[in-house]
């Protein structure tokens, strides 16, 4: 089955700076990315995603890149905010359920 | 984006009582909805995959007759976990599979309800 591993676990960012976390998967069928931004006690919200027929898409100060060859994606956040501080999932689909299959999590605080 | 809530956001029981959680897409049919587990500073646990109109798809180790869940419409899913023991304190969040939002075309994304923190005495 798939399997996801997010880096870092913990990111630690000076404010203004950027922050990149990267996800690597094994499945090279899954074809949906999402990354989701959980604040203590509080539901995952979804950023952004970037489907596997896009290499790069980007939100304001967001941006996900995704390399299909190398099985990896990235979410890059730049000018970094203090209310950027959480922590962050990255995720992978290609199930026909929808199912999504998590990586662990990076905490990312933003130092003043 | 797409509206999911919850019931309710936090409840305290008893062991050996059952609590019933719902999970309700507020603007928008949701034929699939997610069960989620996460323990502090963990990542989602996927519980089990609801579908409308269908017996709901456990993941291996989650007991099916310890955690009921019913989707009996395309805008609600229920847990309910039964005789609950202080081992099930969790965080519980559901998810809900946006497949279509009616006037601003088709989707398919999923989105979470707010959780809700069960403690077990």
């Known amino acids: 089955g798939e399997n996801v591993e997010q880096h870092p676990s913990t990111l630690s960012v000076q404010e203004g700076d950027s922050a990149v976390i990267k996800c690597t998967y094994s499945d090279s069928a899954s074809n949906y990315f999402p990354w989701y931004k959980q604040e203590l006690g509080k539901r995952p919200q979804l950023i952004i995603d970037i489907r596997s027929n896009v290499g790069e898409k980007k939100d304001q100060r967001i941006a996900v890149t995704l390399n299909k060859t190398a099985k990896h994606f990235s979410l890059h956040i730049t000018e970094t905010q203090p209310e950027d501080s959480a922590v962050y999932f990255c995720a992978v689909s290609g199930d026909s359920n929808y199912q999504l299959i998590w990586g662990a999590g990076t905490k990312l605080i933003i130092k003043p | 984006g797409a509206v999911v809530s919850q019931h309710p956001s936090r409840v305290i029981c008893k062991s050996g009582t059952s609590v019933k959680i719902e999970c309700r897409s507020l603007d928008f049919q949701a034929t699939t909805m997610f069960w989620y587990r996460q323990f502090p500073k963990k990542s989602l646990m996927l519980m089990a995959t609801s579908n409308e109109g269908s017996k709901a798809t456990y993941e291996q180790g989650v007991e099916k007759d310890k955690f009921l869940i019913n989707h009996a419409s395309l805008t609600l899913s229920t847990l309910t976990v039964t005789s609950a023991h202080p081992e099930d304190s969790s965080f519980y969040i559901c998810?809900?599979?946006?497949?279509?939002?009616?006037?601003?075309?088709?989707?398919?994304?999923?989105?979470f309800g707010p959780g809700t923190r069960l403690t077990v005495l």
């Open positions: 998810s809900a599979r946006v497949l279509a939002i009616l006037g601003r075309g088709v989707t398919d994304t999923q989105y």
